[in-house]
């Protein structure tokens, strides 16, 4: 065999084993990403879960690269910083830009690859769901510990909170809608962006118990930024919470008519009823109490509440007070708060906005 016979066999066979290296090293790195929340509203940031396992006692350093598509479209490339990785998995989170697909019933395409200086290993594609760019889609977080996830009231106090069964009629679904999403108290973020996934959040009685002081401060900031908050107490609330409560109820901490009691609910509000449910103004946003000694009793009629959370407008506001629903509201949903594009006109709402 000649010399230059000889370099390219040696060139194949270092080409082989690196190849042979590349997927071995890529079989010890396995990615699993999923969303935070199953349900994602319009024009919102997508939050994803992302697990890096690398099994391996080597340390593997380089940034993870997701490419997202609509079939074929390219809509976004994101390149992580960098990441060191020892053996075992890596739990972060990453934030990709809102997106949007043109077509139903499809997915968001997301292939994935781990970018080192010396190789790119291929970590697969993913599909996840993400609204349609002609649907305007809602998203009500409803926290509830896991151990009372099937508790008689928790499924049906998001479906009271829709902002598409507040009219007379339903809203077809092809146009608007609102979905009600069940969420652990651990999968809450204890920051202001871990919240921006939803619209409306509702927190259970035995959410509301458990949740940190890092976690209600973060809510609290929230709602005053403009969030929309419900909140069911039962009555015994320690410290933290009483305070959190005097927060979102708008009232500063050397406030003479603060809540004092851990039995009561803060003074003042909108509209309230007494010492069971109230309505407050909070900073640009809102909140609502509603005390209940028992989960059963949250699924009494709270669409007053819901149309107030909603930000709808507040003579609409006082027919669901006076008959338990508004045909000013129902006319504007189904009629002209859609134009012919598809887009959402807010005409009917208070802040030209739904939060």
């Not at 500063?252 to 509209?271: A, E, Q, R, V, Y």
């Not at 909603?310 to 006076?322: A, C, G, L, P, Y």
Request: hydrophobic share 40%; with cysteine.
């Amino acid at each position: 065999m000649n010399t230059s016979g000889l370099f390219r066999s040696l060139r194949w066979v270092i080409v082989i084993l690196l190849s042979v290296s590349q997927a071995n090293a890529a079989g010890r790195l396995r990615l699993k990403l999923s969303t935070v929340t199953s349900n994602i509203r319009s024009d919102a940031p997508l939050s994803l879960n992302v697990h890096l396992d690398w099994a391996s006692p080597e340390l593997l350093e380089g940034r993870l690269e997701l490419t997202c598509y609509d079939g074929k479209k390219l809509l976004h490339r994101d390149v992580g910083s960098e990441v060191a990785l020892l053996a075992g998995d890596r739990h972060s989170r990453t934030i990709l830009p809102p997106m949007s697909l043109s077509r139903d019933l499809s997915a968001l395409t997301v292939r994935a690859r781990f970018l080192t200086d010396t190789s790119d290993y291929d970590l697969g594609s993913f599909e996840l769901r993400v609204p349609v760019n002609w649907r305007r889609s809602f998203v009500i977080g409803v926290v509830v510990p896991q151990e009372n996830a099937h508790v008689a009231g928790s499924a049906e106090l998001g479906q009271s909170l829709r902002l598409d069964q507040l009219g007379e009629n339903e809203i077809p679904g092809s146009q608007l809608i609102s979905i009600p999403s069940q969420i652990t108290p651990e999968d809450l973020r204890a920051s202001g962006l871990g919240l921006f996934s939803f619209d409306v959040l509702a927190l259970t009685s035995p959410g509301f118990k458990v949740l940190n002081q890092d976690q209600l401060d973060a809510i609290g900031a929230w709602v005053e930024a403009g969030g929309s908050l419900f909140v069911i107490v039962d009555g015994t609330n320690s410290a933290a919470q009483t305070k959190f409560l005097n927060r979102i109820a708008g009232l500063p901490d050397n406030d003479p008519g603060m809540l004092i009691s851990p039995d009561k609910i803060p003074p003042g509000g909108i509209n309230d009823r007494g010492d069971r449910l109230r309505m407050y103004r909070t900073g640009l946003g809102r909140s609502v109490i509603l005390q209940a000694d028992k989960q059963v009793d949250t699924v009494t009629d709270l669409k007053e509440a819901a149309a107030y959370l909603w930000k709808v407008r507040s003579e609409m506001q006082s027919e669901f007070r006076d008959t338990g629903t508004s045909q000013q509201l129902s006319k504007r949903l189904l009629g002209s708060e859609f134009d012919q594009s598809g887009d959402w006109q807010a005409s009917g709402f208070d802040d030209s906005q739904l939060m």
